[in-house]
Protein backbone atom coordinates (compact mmCIF):
# COMPACT_ATOMS: atom_id res chain seq x y z
CA UNK A 1 0.00 0.00 0.00
CA UNK A 2 3.22 1.98 -0.31
CA UNK A 3 2.67 3.74 -3.41
CA UNK A 4 -1.51 4.16 -2.47
CA UNK A 5 -0.26 6.41 0.28
CA UNK A 6 -0.85 10.30 -1.93
CA UNK A 7 -3.78 12.82 -1.62
CA UNK A 8 -5.32 11.98 -4.97
CA UNK A 9 -4.98 9.61 -7.91
CA UNK A 10 -3.65 11.97 -10.12
CA UNK A 11 -0.35 11.56 -8.45
CA UNK A 12 0.24 7.76 -9.19
CA UNK A 13 2.15 7.88 -12.42
CA UNK A 14 -0.53 4.79 -13.82
CA UNK A 15 -3.42 6.65 -13.15
CA UNK A 16 -4.24 8.00 -16.61
CA UNK A 17 -1.46 6.25 -18.32
CA UNK A 18 -2.95 3.24 -19.87
CA UNK A 19 -5.50 3.51 -22.36
CA UNK A 20 -6.10 0.04 -22.94
CA UNK A 21 -8.79 -1.33 -20.82
CA UNK A 22 -8.35 -2.90 -17.63
CA UNK A 23 -8.65 -6.36 -18.56
CA UNK A 24 -11.47 -7.68 -16.64
CA UNK A 25 -15.22 -7.56 -17.29
CA UNK A 26 -18.19 -7.59 -14.42
CA UNK A 27 -17.48 -11.59 -14.31
CA UNK A 28 -14.22 -11.38 -14.56
CA UNK A 29 -13.12 -9.13 -11.10
CA UNK A 30 -11.25 -11.32 -8.50
CA UNK A 31 -14.29 -14.05 -9.23
CA UNK A 32 -16.80 -12.53 -8.21
CA UNK A 33 -19.28 -13.23 -11.22
CA UNK A 34 -22.89 -12.55 -9.59
CA UNK A 35 -24.03 -8.87 -9.76
CA UNK A 36 -24.99 -7.82 -6.13
CA UNK A 37 -27.74 -5.37 -7.79
CA UNK A 38 -30.35 -7.20 -6.82
CA UNK A 39 -28.79 -9.66 -4.08
CA UNK A 40 -27.77 -9.21 -0.86
CA UNK A 41 -25.28 -6.57 -0.31
CA UNK A 42 -22.56 -6.12 2.55
CA UNK A 43 -23.88 -3.50 4.73
CA UNK A 44 -22.18 -0.09 4.34
CA UNK A 45 -19.67 0.64 8.04
CA UNK A 46 -19.62 4.19 8.90
CA UNK A 47 -18.89 6.58 11.66
CA UNK A 48 -21.25 9.54 11.67
CA UNK A 49 -18.93 11.35 14.27
CA UNK A 50 -16.01 10.43 11.85
CA UNK A 51 -18.14 11.41 8.89
CA UNK A 52 -18.56 15.00 10.45
CA UNK A 53 -16.26 15.91 12.69
CA UNK A 54 -12.53 16.94 13.09
CA UNK A 55 -10.07 14.81 15.54
CA UNK A 56 -6.87 15.82 17.44
CA UNK A 57 -4.87 14.27 14.47
CA UNK A 58 -5.86 17.08 12.10
CA UNK A 59 -4.04 17.05 8.72
CA UNK A 60 -2.53 14.00 9.26
CA UNK A 61 -2.71 12.14 6.13
CA UNK A 62 -2.58 8.88 7.75
CA UNK A 63 -5.29 9.63 10.25
CA UNK A 64 -8.52 7.94 9.37
CA UNK A 65 -10.51 10.34 11.27
CA UNK A 66 -9.71 13.85 9.11
CA UNK A 67 -11.97 16.22 8.24
CA UNK A 68 -14.72 14.81 6.25
CA UNK A 69 -18.16 16.17 5.11
CA UNK A 70 -17.46 19.64 6.43
CA UNK A 71 -15.04 21.16 3.92
CA UNK A 72 -17.25 20.10 0.73
CA UNK A 73 -20.41 21.78 2.92
CA UNK A 74 -17.90 24.87 3.38
CA UNK A 75 -18.27 25.33 -0.38
CA UNK A 76 -22.74 25.84 0.81
CA UNK A 77 -21.68 28.31 3.75
CA UNK A 78 -19.90 30.65 1.54
CA UNK A 79 -22.92 30.79 -1.01
CA UNK A 80 -25.16 31.73 1.75
CA UNK A 81 -22.91 34.03 3.26
CA UNK A 82 -22.54 35.89 -0.26
CA UNK A 83 -26.94 35.73 -0.46
CA UNK A 84 -26.28 37.88 3.36
CA UNK A 85 -23.47 40.14 3.59
CA UNK A 86 -24.79 41.23 -0.22
CA UNK A 87 -28.13 42.54 1.16
CA UNK A 88 -26.37 45.00 3.36
CA UNK A 89 -23.32 45.55 1.28
CA UNK A 90 -25.76 47.01 -1.36
CA UNK A 91 -27.07 49.35 1.40
CA UNK A 92 -23.75 50.13 2.33
CA UNK A 93 -22.05 51.01 -0.71
CA UNK A 94 -24.73 53.73 -1.78
CA UNK A 95 -24.57 55.78 1.34
CA UNK A 96 -22.61 59.30 0.81
CA UNK A 97 -21.11 59.19 4.02
CA UNK A 98 -19.92 55.16 4.84
CA UNK A 99 -19.72 53.74 1.49
CA UNK A 100 -15.95 54.60 1.66
CA UNK A 101 -15.72 55.68 -2.18
CA UNK A 102 -16.71 58.41 -4.68
CA UNK A 103 -18.42 56.50 -7.02
CA UNK A 104 -21.21 55.51 -4.55
CA UNK A 105 -24.21 57.05 -6.50
CA UNK A 106 -25.24 54.17 -8.29
CA UNK A 107 -28.19 53.94 -10.56
CA UNK A 108 -30.81 50.86 -9.94
CA UNK A 109 -28.94 48.27 -12.78
CA UNK A 110 -25.25 48.98 -11.17
CA UNK A 111 -26.82 47.78 -7.63
CA UNK A 112 -28.26 45.22 -9.77
CA UNK A 113 -24.75 43.85 -11.07
CA UNK A 114 -23.72 43.65 -7.60
CA UNK A 115 -25.97 41.71 -6.44
CA UNK A 116 -26.39 39.30 -9.29
CA UNK A 117 -22.74 39.28 -10.89
CA UNK A 118 -22.50 36.16 -8.02
CA UNK A 119 -25.05 34.31 -9.72
CA UNK A 120 -24.22 35.18 -13.50
CA UNK A 121 -20.80 33.29 -12.06
CA UNK A 122 -22.62 30.63 -10.94
CA UNK A 123 -24.19 30.03 -14.44
CA UNK A 124 -20.42 30.13 -15.80
CA UNK A 125 -19.09 27.84 -13.04
CA UNK A 126 -22.31 25.48 -13.72
CA UNK A 127 -21.55 25.27 -17.76
CA UNK A 128 -17.43 24.87 -17.07
CA UNK A 129 -18.51 21.99 -14.89
CA UNK A 130 -20.27 20.29 -17.77
CA UNK A 131 -16.69 19.33 -19.35
CA UNK A 132 -14.43 19.73 -16.60
CA UNK A 133 -15.47 18.01 -13.60
CA UNK A 134 -14.95 14.43 -14.50
CA UNK A 135 -11.80 15.10 -15.72
CA UNK A 136 -10.99 17.28 -12.68
CA UNK A 137 -12.92 14.94 -10.08
CA UNK A 138 -15.07 15.85 -7.44
CA UNK A 139 -11.76 16.41 -5.00
CA UNK A 140 -9.84 18.94 -7.09
CA UNK A 141 -13.10 20.92 -8.75
CA UNK A 142 -13.90 21.76 -4.78
CA UNK A 143 -10.12 23.35 -4.90
CA UNK A 144 -10.73 25.09 -7.82
CA UNK A 145 -13.83 26.14 -6.18
CA UNK A 146 -11.89 27.50 -3.20
CA UNK A 147 -10.01 29.42 -5.08
CA UNK A 148 -12.49 30.80 -7.05
CA UNK A 149 -13.99 32.16 -3.85
CA UNK A 150 -10.59 33.50 -2.41
CA UNK A 151 -10.11 35.65 -5.80
CA UNK A 152 -13.46 36.45 -5.93
CA UNK A 153 -13.82 37.76 -2.17
CA UNK A 154 -9.91 39.60 -2.45
CA UNK A 155 -11.22 41.35 -5.41
CA UNK A 156 -14.49 42.16 -4.72
CA UNK A 157 -12.64 43.81 -1.43
CA UNK A 158 -9.99 45.71 -2.96
CA UNK A 159 -11.79 46.85 -5.39
CA UNK A 160 -10.84 50.33 -6.37
CA UNK A 161 -13.77 50.85 -9.21
CA UNK A 162 -17.13 49.76 -9.67
CA UNK A 163 -15.90 47.82 -12.97
CA UNK A 164 -13.60 46.06 -10.99
CA UNK A 165 -16.26 45.11 -7.79
CA UNK A 166 -18.47 43.48 -10.47
CA UNK A 167 -15.68 41.48 -11.51
CA UNK A 168 -14.95 40.08 -8.32
CA UNK A 169 -18.66 39.24 -7.89
CA UNK A 170 -18.42 37.36 -11.02
CA UNK A 171 -15.59 35.37 -10.18
CA UNK A 172 -16.70 34.46 -6.66
CA UNK A 173 -19.88 33.03 -8.04
CA UNK A 174 -18.13 30.86 -10.19
CA UNK A 175 -16.52 29.66 -7.03
CA UNK A 176 -20.51 29.44 -6.11
CA UNK A 177 -21.45 26.92 -9.22
CA UNK A 178 -18.05 24.72 -9.36
CA UNK A 179 -19.16 23.97 -5.44
CA UNK A 180 -22.75 23.77 -5.58
CA UNK A 181 -21.99 21.52 -8.40
CA UNK A 182 -19.09 19.28 -7.33
CA UNK A 183 -19.70 19.45 -2.98
CA UNK A 184 -23.23 16.97 -3.39
CA UNK A 185 -21.59 14.55 -5.51
CA UNK A 186 -18.40 14.23 -3.53
CA UNK A 187 -20.56 13.40 -0.27
CA UNK A 188 -22.82 11.22 -1.94
CA UNK A 189 -20.11 9.06 -3.69
CA UNK A 190 -18.25 8.95 -0.04
CA UNK A 191 -21.32 8.46 2.20
CA UNK A 192 -22.78 5.36 3.49
CA UNK A 193 -26.06 5.13 2.11
CA UNK A 194 -27.60 5.13 5.56
CA UNK A 195 -26.70 8.65 5.99
CA UNK A 196 -25.62 10.02 2.83
CA UNK A 197 -29.58 11.81 2.71
CA UNK A 198 -28.02 13.08 6.15
CA UNK A 199 -24.68 14.73 5.19
CA UNK A 200 -26.11 15.89 2.05
CA UNK A 201 -28.52 18.25 3.59
CA UNK A 202 -26.23 19.25 5.88
CA UNK A 203 -25.00 21.65 3.39
CA UNK A 204 -27.94 22.52 2.91
CA UNK A 205 -28.02 23.66 6.75
CA UNK A 206 -24.28 25.15 5.63
CA UNK A 207 -26.11 27.35 3.43
CA UNK A 208 -28.76 28.66 5.60
CA UNK A 209 -26.27 28.80 7.98
CA UNK A 210 -23.83 31.49 5.74
CA UNK A 211 -26.46 33.44 5.16
CA UNK A 212 -27.59 34.16 8.93
CA UNK A 213 -23.53 34.73 9.58
CA UNK A 214 -23.73 36.85 6.35
CA UNK A 215 -27.00 38.88 8.02
CA UNK A 216 -25.51 39.29 11.21
CA UNK A 217 -22.25 40.39 10.00
CA UNK A 218 -23.76 42.80 7.20
CA UNK A 219 -25.92 44.26 10.54
CA UNK A 220 -23.05 45.11 12.54
CA UNK A 221 -21.09 46.74 9.60
CA UNK A 222 -23.72 48.94 7.56
CA UNK A 223 -22.89 52.00 8.91
CA UNK A 224 -19.59 51.36 9.75
CA UNK A 225 -17.30 53.83 6.92
CA UNK A 226 -16.52 51.00 3.96
CA UNK A 227 -18.13 48.60 5.77
CA UNK A 228 -19.00 46.90 2.62
CA UNK A 229 -15.35 46.21 1.79
CA UNK A 230 -15.38 43.89 5.59
CA UNK A 231 -18.17 41.83 4.97
CA UNK A 232 -16.83 40.55 1.30
CA UNK A 233 -13.62 40.27 2.97
CA UNK A 234 -15.09 38.23 5.92
CA UNK A 235 -15.19 35.13 3.33
CA UNK A 236 -11.56 35.50 2.98
CA UNK A 237 -10.75 33.21 5.87
CA UNK A 238 -13.60 30.80 5.79
CA UNK A 239 -13.01 30.37 1.52
CA UNK A 240 -9.26 29.54 2.35
CA UNK A 241 -9.77 26.61 5.22
CA UNK A 242 -12.17 25.62 2.60
CA UNK A 243 -9.53 24.58 0.01
CA UNK A 244 -6.76 23.65 2.53
CA UNK A 245 -9.74 21.18 3.86
CA UNK A 246 -9.74 20.00 -0.06
CA UNK A 247 -6.18 19.60 -0.53
CA UNK A 248 -5.72 17.25 2.50
CA UNK A 249 -9.04 15.45 2.09
CA UNK A 250 -9.29 12.01 -0.30
CA UNK A 251 -10.53 11.82 -3.98
CA UNK A 252 -13.72 9.65 -4.42
CA UNK A 253 -12.94 6.27 -4.51
CA UNK A 254 -16.28 5.61 -6.88
CA UNK A 255 -14.57 8.18 -9.02
CA UNK A 256 -11.43 6.60 -8.51
CA UNK A 257 -13.35 3.01 -9.70
CA UNK A 258 -14.75 4.37 -12.74
CA UNK A 259 -11.79 5.54 -13.60
CA UNK A 260 -10.66 1.72 -13.50
CA UNK A 261 -13.28 0.39 -15.22
CA UNK A 262 -13.04 2.70 -18.35
CA UNK A 263 -9.39 1.44 -18.35
CA UNK A 264 -8.00 4.87 -17.39
CA UNK A 265 -5.03 2.73 -14.98
CA UNK A 266 -4.19 -0.16 -13.24
CA UNK A 267 -7.27 -1.57 -12.29
CA UNK A 268 -5.28 -3.72 -9.35
CA UNK A 269 -3.43 -0.32 -7.96
CA UNK A 270 -6.45 2.23 -8.42
CA UNK A 271 -8.24 -0.69 -6.02
CA UNK A 272 -6.01 -0.58 -3.42
CA UNK A 273 -6.23 3.46 -3.31
CA UNK A 274 -10.06 3.64 -3.51
CA UNK A 275 -9.77 1.13 -0.20
CA UNK A 276 -7.42 3.31 1.55
CA UNK A 277 -9.33 6.79 0.11
CA UNK A 278 -12.86 4.77 1.75
CA UNK A 279 -10.62 4.33 4.99
CA UNK A 280 -9.58 7.55 5.74
CA UNK A 281 -13.26 9.19 4.66
CA UNK A 282 -15.40 6.62 7.08
CA UNK A 283 -12.84 6.10 9.92
CA UNK A 284 -12.35 3.11 11.93
CA UNK A 285 -15.34 1.57 11.44
CA UNK A 286 -14.96 0.53 7.58
CA UNK A 287 -10.88 -0.12 8.35
CA UNK A 288 -11.92 -4.37 7.59
CA UNK A 289 -14.67 -3.98 5.05
CA UNK A 290 -13.20 -1.38 2.87
CA UNK A 291 -11.79 -4.12 0.68
CA UNK A 292 -15.34 -5.75 0.71
CA UNK A 293 -17.18 -2.42 -0.30
CA UNK A 294 -14.76 -1.61 -3.07
CA UNK A 295 -15.15 -4.70 -4.56
CA UNK A 296 -18.93 -4.84 -4.91
CA UNK A 297 -19.07 -1.74 -6.19
CA UNK A 298 -16.67 -2.02 -8.73
CA UNK A 299 -18.69 -5.32 -10.10
CA UNK A 300 -22.03 -3.38 -9.36
CA UNK A 301 -20.27 -0.01 -11.71
CA UNK A 302 -19.51 -3.01 -14.07
CA UNK A 303 -23.04 -5.03 -14.44
CA UNK A 304 -24.66 -1.48 -15.09
CA UNK A 305 -22.05 -0.86 -17.82
CA UNK A 306 -19.81 2.11 -16.68
CA UNK A 307 -17.39 0.87 -18.42
CA UNK A 308 -18.21 3.52 -21.77
CA UNK A 309 -17.12 7.23 -21.14
CA UNK A 310 -20.28 9.41 -21.60
CA UNK A 311 -21.61 11.21 -25.03
CA UNK A 312 -23.24 14.46 -25.35
CA UNK A 313 -26.32 12.54 -26.59
CA UNK A 314 -26.86 10.23 -23.83
CA UNK A 315 -27.25 12.92 -21.57
CA UNK A 316 -31.06 12.79 -23.33
CA UNK A 317 -31.60 9.24 -23.77
CA UNK A 318 -32.41 6.45 -21.38
CA UNK A 319 -31.54 6.57 -17.74
CA UNK A 320 -30.05 9.88 -17.86
CA UNK A 321 -33.11 11.40 -19.82
CA UNK A 322 -35.03 10.05 -16.82
CA UNK A 323 -32.53 11.21 -14.38
CA UNK A 324 -33.02 15.04 -15.58
CA UNK A 325 -36.67 14.73 -15.66
CA UNK A 326 -36.69 14.28 -12.13
CA UNK A 327 -33.47 16.21 -10.73
CA UNK A 328 -33.97 19.05 -13.72
CA UNK A 329 -37.61 19.12 -12.68
CA UNK A 330 -37.27 19.03 -8.84
CA UNK A 331 -34.88 21.99 -8.68
CA UNK A 332 -36.82 24.04 -11.97
CA UNK A 333 -40.05 23.67 -9.21
CA UNK A 334 -37.75 24.60 -6.70
CA UNK A 335 -37.53 28.25 -7.93
CA UNK A 336 -40.66 28.78 -10.23
CA UNK A 337 -42.86 27.77 -6.94
CA UNK A 338 -41.76 31.47 -6.00
CA UNK A 339 -39.26 31.38 -2.89
CA UNK A 340 -36.64 34.54 -3.86
CA UNK A 341 -39.90 36.52 -4.04
CA UNK A 342 -41.23 35.23 -0.81
CA UNK A 343 -38.18 36.11 0.60
CA UNK A 344 -38.29 39.57 -0.83
CA UNK A 345 -41.77 40.69 0.88
CA UNK A 346 -39.94 39.54 4.00
CA UNK A 347 -39.42 43.07 5.98
CA UNK A 348 -42.75 44.58 4.56
CA UNK A 349 -44.44 41.88 5.93
CA UNK A 350 -43.07 41.91 9.38
CA UNK A 351 -43.50 45.83 9.37
CA UNK A 352 -47.03 45.45 8.04
CA UNK A 353 -48.10 43.09 11.40
CA UNK A 354 -46.49 45.66 13.46
CA UNK A 355 -43.63 43.80 14.72
CA UNK A 356 -41.37 46.82 15.62
CA UNK A 357 -37.88 44.46 16.11
CA UNK A 358 -38.12 43.41 13.12
CA UNK A 359 -38.82 46.79 11.18
CA UNK A 360 -35.53 46.98 10.22
CA UNK A 361 -34.80 44.71 7.04
CA UNK A 362 -31.73 43.45 8.28
CA UNK A 363 -33.14 42.17 11.50
CA UNK A 364 -36.08 40.40 9.82
CA UNK A 365 -33.85 39.03 7.54
CA UNK A 366 -31.68 37.65 10.71
CA UNK A 367 -35.09 36.37 12.54
CA UNK A 368 -35.99 34.46 8.84
CA UNK A 369 -32.56 32.78 8.77
CA UNK A 370 -32.73 31.29 12.15
CA UNK A 371 -36.20 29.82 11.36
CA UNK A 372 -34.59 28.70 8.08
CA UNK A 373 -31.78 27.24 10.35
CA UNK A 374 -33.52 25.54 12.88
CA UNK A 375 -36.60 23.94 10.03
CA UNK A 376 -32.97 22.99 7.98
CA UNK A 377 -31.76 21.25 11.14
CA UNK A 378 -34.94 19.26 11.18
CA UNK A 379 -34.49 17.78 7.95
CA UNK A 380 -30.91 16.98 8.13
CA UNK A 381 -32.07 14.58 11.14
CA UNK A 382 -35.02 12.98 9.70
CA UNK A 383 -34.18 12.66 6.33
CA UNK A 384 -32.73 8.78 6.20
CA UNK A 385 -35.74 8.05 8.93
CA UNK A 386 -38.48 9.51 7.03
CA UNK A 387 -37.45 9.30 3.77
CA UNK A 388 -37.27 11.83 0.59
CA UNK A 389 -40.81 11.66 -1.02
CA UNK A 390 -42.22 11.99 2.71
CA UNK A 391 -40.79 15.82 3.44
CA UNK A 392 -41.47 16.56 -0.10
CA UNK A 393 -45.12 15.98 -0.14
CA UNK A 394 -45.34 17.09 3.47
CA UNK A 395 -43.33 20.16 2.95
CA UNK A 396 -45.13 21.27 -0.77
CA UNK A 397 -48.21 20.77 0.71
CA UNK A 398 -46.98 24.00 3.50
CA UNK A 399 -45.95 25.81 0.66
CA UNK A 400 -48.86 25.38 -1.30
CA UNK A 401 -51.23 26.50 1.67
CA UNK A 402 -48.72 29.57 2.41
CA UNK A 403 -48.71 30.58 -1.04
CA UNK A 404 -52.66 30.63 -1.20
CA UNK A 405 -52.85 32.64 2.22
CA UNK A 406 -49.89 34.92 0.81
CA UNK A 407 -52.20 36.07 -2.44
CA UNK A 408 -55.51 36.34 -0.06
CA UNK A 409 -53.54 38.42 1.77
CA UNK A 410 -52.49 40.97 -1.25
CA UNK A 411 -56.08 40.65 -2.28
CA UNK A 412 -58.53 40.08 0.04
CA UNK A 413 -57.00 40.18 3.83
CA UNK A 414 -55.27 43.47 3.67
CA UNK A 415 -56.43 44.22 6.83
CA UNK A 416 -55.28 41.09 8.89
CA UNK A 417 -51.64 41.40 8.69
CA UNK A 418 -51.30 38.19 10.68
CA UNK A 419 -52.27 36.06 7.67
CA UNK A 420 -49.27 37.31 6.11
CA UNK A 421 -46.80 36.56 8.57
CA UNK A 422 -48.13 32.88 9.04
CA UNK A 423 -47.83 32.40 5.09
CA UNK A 424 -44.42 34.11 5.51
CA UNK A 425 -43.43 31.88 8.30
CA UNK A 426 -45.31 28.50 7.11
CA UNK A 427 -43.72 29.18 3.69
CA UNK A 428 -39.85 29.35 5.16
CA UNK A 429 -40.46 26.26 7.37
CA UNK A 430 -41.71 24.06 4.61
CA UNK A 431 -39.48 24.72 1.66
CA UNK A 432 -37.09 24.33 4.47
CA UNK A 433 -37.76 20.38 5.08
CA UNK A 434 -38.44 19.90 1.54
CA UNK A 435 -37.20 21.53 -1.32
CA UNK A 436 -34.20 23.43 -0.25
CA UNK A 437 -32.01 20.42 1.10
CA UNK A 438 -33.96 17.82 -0.89
CA UNK A 439 -33.57 18.95 -4.28
CA UNK A 440 -29.64 19.16 -3.91
CA UNK A 441 -29.89 15.68 -2.28
CA UNK A 442 -31.60 13.41 -5.29
CA UNK A 443 -29.57 15.69 -7.79
CA UNK A 444 -26.40 13.91 -6.30
CA UNK A 445 -28.38 10.68 -5.82
CA UNK A 446 -30.38 9.98 -9.21
CA UNK A 447 -27.74 10.14 -12.46
CA UNK A 448 -25.77 7.05 -13.45
CA UNK A 449 -22.03 7.68 -12.26
CA UNK A 450 -20.69 7.95 -15.51
CA UNK A 451 -22.63 10.57 -16.36
CA UNK A 452 -23.38 12.48 -13.00
CA UNK A 453 -20.70 15.14 -13.36
CA UNK A 454 -21.96 16.39 -16.73
CA UNK A 455 -26.21 15.35 -15.40
CA UNK A 456 -25.30 17.09 -12.44
CA UNK A 457 -23.78 20.74 -14.07
CA UNK A 458 -26.98 20.65 -16.32
CA UNK A 459 -29.23 20.42 -13.27
CA UNK A 460 -27.36 23.00 -10.90
CA UNK A 461 -27.63 25.34 -14.69
CA UNK A 462 -31.39 25.16 -14.65
CA UNK A 463 -31.82 25.57 -10.85
CA UNK A 464 -29.42 29.37 -11.22
CA UNK A 465 -31.29 29.81 -14.25
CA UNK A 466 -34.61 29.67 -13.09
CA UNK A 467 -33.15 31.70 -9.94
CA UNK A 468 -32.13 34.13 -12.15
CA UNK A 469 -35.41 34.49 -14.17
CA UNK A 470 -37.77 34.29 -11.38
CA UNK A 471 -35.71 37.40 -9.44
CA UNK A 472 -35.80 39.03 -12.91
CA UNK A 473 -39.59 38.38 -13.59
CA UNK A 474 -40.64 39.30 -10.10
CA UNK A 475 -40.86 42.77 -10.21
CA UNK A 476 -42.57 43.28 -13.60
CA UNK A 477 -45.20 41.19 -13.14
CA UNK A 478 -45.64 42.42 -9.70
CA UNK A 479 -46.30 46.00 -11.80
CA UNK A 480 -48.80 44.55 -14.27
CA UNK A 481 -50.63 42.21 -12.31
CA UNK A 482 -50.00 42.91 -8.95
CA UNK A 483 -48.63 40.88 -5.94
CA UNK A 484 -51.48 39.09 -4.79
CA UNK A 485 -51.75 37.62 -8.75
CA UNK A 486 -48.47 36.38 -8.83
CA UNK A 487 -48.74 34.67 -5.42
CA UNK A 488 -51.52 32.69 -6.64
CA UNK A 489 -50.00 31.95 -9.58
CA UNK A 490 -46.99 30.33 -7.91
CA UNK A 491 -49.43 28.72 -5.84
CA UNK A 492 -50.86 27.11 -8.76
CA UNK A 493 -47.30 26.06 -9.78
CA UNK A 494 -46.84 24.73 -6.50
CA UNK A 495 -49.49 22.58 -6.69
CA UNK A 496 -48.06 21.22 -10.14
CA UNK A 497 -44.99 20.32 -8.15
CA UNK A 498 -46.82 18.19 -6.14
CA UNK A 499 -48.63 16.17 -9.00
CA UNK A 500 -44.69 15.78 -10.37
CA UNK A 501 -43.20 14.57 -6.82
CA UNK A 502 -46.28 12.11 -6.15
CA UNK A 503 -45.81 9.98 -9.89
CA UNK A 504 -42.75 11.28 -10.72
CA UNK A 505 -39.70 11.44 -7.52
CA UNK A 506 -38.82 8.17 -6.45
CA UNK A 507 -38.11 7.34 -2.86
CA UNK A 508 -33.66 6.62 -2.94
CA UNK A 509 -33.71 6.28 0.95
CA UNK A 510 -31.03 3.51 2.34
CA UNK A 511 -29.90 2.33 -1.61
CA UNK A 512 -26.67 2.71 -2.57
CA UNK A 513 -25.99 4.92 -5.48
CA UNK A 514 -25.19 1.69 -7.72
CA UNK A 515 -28.80 0.13 -6.29
CA UNK A 516 -30.38 3.58 -7.25
CA UNK A 517 -29.01 2.91 -11.13
CA UNK A 518 -30.41 -0.20 -11.57
CA UNK A 519 -33.70 -0.35 -9.85
CA UNK A 520 -35.24 3.35 -10.24
CA UNK A 521 -33.74 4.22 -13.65
Request: net charge negative; proline share 3%.
Given at each position: ?A????????H??H?????????????E?????????????????????????PCD??????SV?????????????L??F????T?S??I????????????????????????SG????A????I????????LG???E???????????????????S??I?V??RF?????????????????????????????I??????????M????L??S???D?N??????Y?SA??????M???M?????SP??IL????Q???????????A??????L???A???S???E?Q??????????E??????G???Q?K??KA????????LF????????V????A?I?QT???S??????RASI??G?????????A????????R??L???G??G????????GS???Y????PV???????????C??IS????????I?????L???G?????A????????????????P???L?????????F?G????AL??????????KGL????????L?
Open positions: MSTTTSDPEHHTFSSIGKAGKSSGIEGMDIPLINGSRHSESYSVVAAILECFDDENDHRFLFPAFGGLYGDIGASATNIKSPTSSGVSWYDLSSIQVGLITSLYGLIGSLAFNVADFRRRLMVSAASYIIGALVTTLAPFAMIGIYGVGIGLAMHAAPMYIAETAASQIRGRLSLKEFFIVMGVLGYIGLLVVAGWRYMGFPFAVVGIGWWLPARWLKAIGKGDLQDLREYIHCLRRRGEISNAPQVEILVELSYISENEATLEMFGCLLIVGGGLVQQITGQPSLYYASFAGFAASDATLLLLKLIMTGVVMVVDKLGRPLLGVSIVVALFLMFYTLGNVVAVVALLLYVGYQFGPIGWLLSEIFPRLRRGLSIVLINFGANALVTFAFSLQDLGAGVVFFIGIAVLVFIFFIIPETTLEEIEAKL
